[in-house]
């Protein structure tokens, strides 16, 4: 896959940007006054709130789905889901079977982590912050490399972004270049 380059931001994607990276240790998400949830969607939720948008809006009340697929399809609706070869700063990064989210033991989860894209280095590697147990850090992805964790000189391409368990099956992955599902901007 060729990507990912920087693309030019407006104002507002890098103010989304600056602000994912301003909760970067921390972790809870509390914009003007409102909390919201710990996980993934919650602070990505919280990050857009800052620029006075709701990644919910208009989709009613969560029935059996996710965060992550409801922020996917206000995307779908309200802007672009793409690969890239470019990536703007405030940009949306969606993730599959990052957890088993039906419980089946199987790697069949669409959509079960988001991030908020800071920046593309000039290898390709994307720097985007998320939430996870641990709380809200910076991760890694290089598109280019997805099956590599870290170069021979030690620099990291990709982050792990599932945990390894004793019954996870075959064809499981962990890192995030391997994880990605796509990139989505709004154009609002």
Excluded at 12 to 26: E, H, I, N, S, Y
Excluded at 97 to 106: C, I, M, R
Excluded at 133 to 154: A, C, F, W
């Amino acid at each position: 896959m060729s990507c990912c380059a920087m693309a030019k931001a407006m104002p507002r994607q890098t103010a989304l940007a600056k602000t994912a990276v301003r909760f970067v240790g921390q972790s809870r998400i509390q914009i003007g006054g409102r909390s919201f949830n710990p996980d993934c969607s919650g602070f990505v939720r919280g990050v857009y709130a800052s620029q006075r948008v709701d990644l919910y809006s208009g989709l009613g009340e969560l029935d059996g789905g996710n965060g992550v697929g409801r922020i996917y399809t206000h995307v779908m609706e309200h802007g672009r889901i793409h690969y890239g070869p470019t990536v703007h700063p405030g940009d949306l990064v969606f993730f599959h079977n990052t957890w088993d989210f039906n419980g089946d033991g199987l790697p069949n989860d669409p959509l079960t982590h988001i991030g908020v894209v800071e920046k593309v280095e000039t290898d390709g590697t994307v720097l985007f912050v998320s939430s996870l147990s641990r709380g809200i850090e910076r991760y890694r992805m290089n598109l280019q490399h997805p099956d590599i964790h870290k170069t021979v000189d030690g620099r990291v391409f990709n982050d792990f972004l599932r945990r390894k368990r004793f019954s996870d099956g075959m064809g499981t992955h962990y890192l995030a270049g391997q994880l990605f599902a796509a990139f989505g901007t709004l154009s609002h």
